[in-house]
């Protein structure tokens, strides 16, 4: 918690006067404005930040004939301490619903750490006043005697160690300044701004009240939107609202609606989902440099690849898009595609090659046996034309997992170039992209990297990179065009790039790295699916697949009987917060729970306990 303007002095008062006074003495007059913008600063570093303000600068040359120097700067904090000491006692009220917003959080068992702007000196006179108003913090860290007040973390970090914290993890930083927000955000705390009170709103609470609420609301849209530009996580309208909020954080679902079992969108981290709270400018160089081409080399490493002999493209769109642009860009009219089929996935990539007019052979097999080496064998091997050959990796149909290092083994042995629909399993589970011989990778934003929807991505080797020039028959779906301007541009895309849904996939990819990468993610997906599947046996449900084909990413389970009602069943789950799956087998009634996405087995149980609870 900061202190003035947060948990106490509504408005943040108390400096602002003296700050004017202090600037007046030395002939310069400022503005509130002025005063107020580095608030949250230690004081000495607030009064040189005014000292540096262009205009303020200007005036105190044309009064003094001379620049401002270290020994103005002394003398005014000289002065800035004696009138802050003399009127600080009057601006200790805590700010309405600070102390009983406390006592809540305390209970939960939440410390209650502090940073200020203030000094210790100033503090112990602050101190003592707030506690018997009823604000009281566990404790408290000054700027004196750290290497830097805010925007540095130092404070907070004292804080964790004096309260010992274990993790950054577990801290949210709040506070009503720019310069708060910042100190939480190099702290890489979860950082919450709060508005009202605040003092980039500025307002005393007889003014702020009346206040008409059309102006009210505007003036608090402002104001969050200041904070968000500064990097913070969340804003809230006060502090009431913060027991809610941390609640909301810890779980870290999806609020108010309820959890995607489906494969893709699916239940987003609540990071993720911030991470769209502000706005990007598609060819400046903080969105392409530090935002794309990070996104499009980790990618390769996740696929395990080089980046010599592997490259990325990002394609606008759904994942079936960039299916599209991978088959149009790679066959020619005068190759030939094999596709081995087990699903809707599979015969959508068939539907593909019909509109491009492809030369294709479409191998369908049964939609609950597996795409194996020795089947793709017998296709190559009775067409010995083939120049490409296209599976899924987990035919997210029945949720059927796919052999690909095998397939890839008997590829690697023929002269072909190798697409995989890899939609529904990159990212959750471990792919190499080389060593099962991929030659082409297809897999979008929202399955198991854990975005939202709105573009997909292609890694391809760089060997076949080149074929694919002038090759393909739509313009928006072009890849080699596409990864040219990307290439030549340093993360530039063709066309309108989806700005936001590009910035909060750059945070899913931090967090599956915080996670402990494909490894640890593929983990919680295999612990989901094994409460899932032995869970609904034990509640009557029959799987279609056998656990040695079943994938960790989504299940089909029959209808339990021939008059089961499977929308009434959908409705209940849904109103017990579980959004479900139809099924989309052909030959049997059935339907599907996915389980990637941020769940984990704990809703897996809260999910098991709901159908438990529902007739069916
Ligand atoms: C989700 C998915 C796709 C792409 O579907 P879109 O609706 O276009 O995003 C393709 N293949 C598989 C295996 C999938 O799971």
């Not at 000196?121 to 290497?147: F, I, Q």
């Not at 399955?447 to 739509?474: E, H, T, Y």
Request: hydrophobic content about 35%; glycine content about 8%; charged content about 25%.
């Amino acid at each position: 918690m900061d202190w003035a303007g947060t948990a106490i002095d509504y408005g943040c008062f108390a400096p602002l006067n003296v700050f004017l006074r202090v600037f007046e003495e030395k002939g310069v007059h400022i503005t509130y404005l002025q005063a107020r913008e580095p608030m949250g600063l230690p004081k000495m570093d607030h009064i040189k930040a005014i000292l540096n303000m262009p205009e303020v600068k200007l005036k105190f040359q044309m009064v003094h004939g001379r620049d401002w120097d270290s020994n103005d700067l002394s003398v005014m904090y000289q002065s800035f301490e004696k009138y802050l000491f003399s009127s600080l006692r009057d601006f200790t009220d805590p700010i309405p619903g600070v102390p009983e917003t406390m006592e809540i959080l305390r209970k939960r068992g939440i410390k209650i750490g502090s940073t200020t702007g203030y000094t210790q000196k100033m503090m112990d006179v602050v101190r003592p006043e707030a506690m018997a108003k009823g604000y009281v913090t566990d404790n408290l860290v000054t700027p004196d005697g750290l290497p830097a007040g805010r925007p540095a973390p130092y404070m907070i970090y004292r804080n964790m160690i004096e309260l010992a914290i274990p993790s950054v993890d577990q801290v949210v930083k709040v506070g009503d300044t720019i310069a708060d927000i910042k100190e939480g955000v190099n702290a890489k705390a979860h950082t919450v701004g709060v508005i009202i009170g605040s003092n980039e709103m500025g307002l005393t609470e007889s003014d702020f009240n009346l206040l008409s609420s059309d102006r009210k609301k505007s003036l608090m849209e402002e104001v969050r939107n200041r904070m968000l530009r500064a990097g913070a996580h969340g804003v809230i309208d006060t502090i009431s609202e913060l027991p809610d909020y941390i609640d909301q954080l810890s779980d870290g679902k999806s609020t108010g609606n309820y959890l995607l079992l489906t494969p893709g969108p699916l239940s987003t981290a609540r990071t993720v989902r911030e991470a769209m709270l502000q706005d990007w400018c598609t060819w400046d160089k903080d969105y392409n440099e530090e935002i794309v081409t990070p996104i499009r080399q980790k990618l390769l490493e996740l696929a395990r690849v080089d980046a010599r002999e592997y490259t990325t493209i990002l394609l606008q769109g759904s994942g079936t898009y960039c299916v599209e642009a991978s088959i149009g860009s790679t066959v020619k009219p005068s190759d030939k595609l094999l596709i081995v089929s087990n699903g809707a996935y599979g015969q959508r990539i068939g539907t593909i090659a019909s509109y491009y007019r492809l030369n294709y052979e479409m191998i369908s097999i049964s939609e609950t046996e597996p795409v194996t080496g020795e089947i793709v064998r017998e296709a190559l091997e009775a067409h010995k034309d083939v120049t490409h050959v296209a599976m899924v990796h987990c035919e997210t149909t029945t949720g059927i997992l796919n052999r690909l290092e095998e397939v890839g083994e008997v590829v690697k042995e023929y002269p072909v170039t190798f697409i995989v629909d890899a939609m529904s399993s990159f990212g959750g589970i471990p792919i190499d992209m080389k060593a099962c011989g991929i030659d082409v990778l297809v897999s979008s934003a929202n399955k198991c990297i854990q975005g939202v929807p709105g573009f997909g991505f292609i890694l391809v080797s760089k060997d076949k990179l080149p074929a694919c020039k002038g090759n393909a028959r739509s313009l928006s779906l072009d890849v080699y065009d596409q990864w040219e301007t990307m290439e030549k541009g340093n993360g530039k895309w063709r066309f309108t790039s989806p700005t936001h849904v590009v910035r909060a996939f750059h945070q899913a990819l931090v967090d599956l790295e915080r996670e402990g990468g494909v490894e640890a993610r593929y983990k919680r997906y295999r612990e989901n699916n094994a409460v899932l599947y032995e869970g609904m046996k034990t509640l009557g449900f029959t799987p279609l697949l056998p656990r040695e084909t079943q994938s960790p990413i989504i299940t089909s389970f029959l209808y339990p009987s021939a008059n089961f009602d499977f929308q009434g069943f959908y409705d209940s789950l849904k109103q017990k917060g579980f959004v479900i799956y139809p099924g989309k087998i052909s030959d049997a009634d059935t339907f599907r729970i996915g389980n990637i996405g941020d769940v984990n087995p704990d809703d897996m149980g809260r999910l098991l306990y709901a159908i438990h609870e529902t007739p069916y």
